[in-house]
């Protein structure tokens, strides 16, 4: 009833009450309604400047209703606002830039979501807003989080999403295993994956069944170092281990079938290097404290966080 007494007399009687009156309803698109109806032309502040009502409205109002000289200006307006605010609605006018780092950056010191901040950046700016050390510093913070939840499988699902979308960010291999005579990596390939932590060592052998039984280094031919447990050179296949009732068993850590077999891993301590293949360690240090070498008093495994962790089925 109160639309269909419209009319455009400045002094009737119809546009004094709902001036007064439309900031008393409560849904702000009849509200930035009767402010348009009530306006004079070219001057809609009531209706572009009503913080309910969504970015993309305002923007597609003025886009209609304001002149080529009022529509930049306004913008400029509305983008420095929603950069103050920190309101993710103003990316419609940033985009994921520079301007937008500055909008998400006061978005994370009001609300100290990184997440959100860190996966916007990664979705959809260039490398060169990635190389921001805003934006560096919100990924850091946000894997750290995780870490600090132990929530590391998300962290490390986090991690590979973030080398697919930045190549950049994938890291250099920091560690691996070399020959004792000639020095040179003995992988066939830089792909190896170690598990690193305090106490012990792991590297699986990457590439073709055939590359995973090599037993000696590819350089220079030399053989291999020994396990301490069968006396074999490193690279030959695990039997079966005692206790576990499987042969050949299998940890697919990247869920694609490109790493030897979790038993044919070398593993080795970090205080008195002796080692061997993965699967016959495990089975020693389920029932022994002390290093398989004839003469080592080393405790390997209590020097490994994970080794002093107590299995959930014990409790």
Same mark, same amino acid.
């Given at each position: 009833?109160?639309?269909s ?5 400045k002094s ?9 009156l439309?900031?008393? *309803? ?5 509200c930035?309604?009767? !402010? ?7 001057? $809609?502040?009531?209706?572009? $400047?009503?913080? %309910? ?6 923007v597609a109002?003025?886009?209609m =209703? /304001?002149?080529?000289?009022?529509? +930049? ?6 983008t @420095? ?10 990316? *419609? ?7 937008g780092?500055d ?6 010191d009001?609300t100290g979501d990184?997440?959100? !901040?860190?996966?916007?950046m /990664?979705?959809?700016?260039p490398?060169?807003?990635l190389?921001?050390?805003r934006?560096? #510093?919100?990924?850091?913070?946000y894997?750290? /989080?995780?870490?600090?939840?132990? =929530? ?8 590979? /999403?973030r ?7 994938k ?16 992988? $066939? ?5 170690p ?7 792991? $590297?699986?052998?990457?590439?073709? +069944?055939?590359?995973?039984?090599v037993?000696?280094? +590819?350089?220079?031919?030399?053989p291999l +170092?020994?396990c301490?447990l #069968?006396?074999m @050179? ?10 576990t ?7 697919? *850590? ?8 979790? %038993? ?6 970090h %205080?008195c ?6 699967g ?5 240090f389920r029932?022994?404290?002390?290093c398989p070498?004839?003469?080592?008093? #080393? ?8 080794g @002093? *962790?107590?299995?959930?089925?014990s409790s």
């Amino acid at each position: 009833m109160a639309l269909s007494g419209y009319t455009d007399e400045k002094s009737s009687l119809w546009r004094e009450m709902c001036s007064s009156l439309r900031l008393q *309803l409560k849904n702000p698109y009849l509200c930035i309604m009767f !402010a348009f109806l009530t306006s004079e032309p070219g001057a $809609y502040d009531g209706v572009l $400047y009503e913080s %309910n009502v969504a970015v993309r409205d305002r923007v597609a109002f003025a886009c209609m =209703f /304001l002149s080529d000289v009022q529509l +930049p200006r306004y913008i400029d307006k509305l983008t @420095n606002k929603m950069k103050e605010a920190g309101n993710l609605e103003g990316i *419609l006018l940033t985009g994921l830039t520079k301007d937008g780092v500055d909008l998400i950056e006061s978005y994370v010191d009001r609300t100290g979501d990184v997440q959100t !901040a860190s996966f916007c950046m /990664l979705k959809g700016s260039p490398s060169d807003v990635l190389k921001d050390p805003r934006v560096q #510093c919100w990924i850091e913070n946000y894997r750290n /989080l995780l870490d600090a939840w132990r =929530f590391w499988h998300k962290r490390a699902e986090f991690d590979i /999403l973030r080398g697919k979308l930045d190549p950049s960010s994938k890291p250099l291999a920091q560690v691996f295993v070399s020959c004792n005579f000639c020095g040179k990596s003995i992988s $066939y390939s830089c792909s190896a994956m170690p598990h690193q932590g305090r106490g012990f060592s792991q $590297y699986g052998v990457s590439g073709s +069944p055939t590359k995973s039984k090599v037993t000696s280094c +590819p350089g220079c031919r030399k053989p291999l +170092p020994r396990c301490a447990l #069968c006396l074999m @050179n490193m690279g030959t296949p695990v039997s079966s281990c005692s206790g576990t009732g499987k042969t050949d068993e299998k940890m697919d *850590l990247t869920r694609e079938n490109k790493l030897a077999q979790f %038993n044919n891993w070398f593993t080795w301590c970090h %205080n008195c290097r002796h080692g061997g293949h993965a699967g016959h360690m495990l089975s020693w240090f389920r029932d022994h404290t002390e290093c398989p070498v004839s003469a080592c008093a #080393c405790k390997c495994m209590q020097l490994d966080t994970t080794g @002093n *962790l107590v299995p959930a089925d014990s409790s």
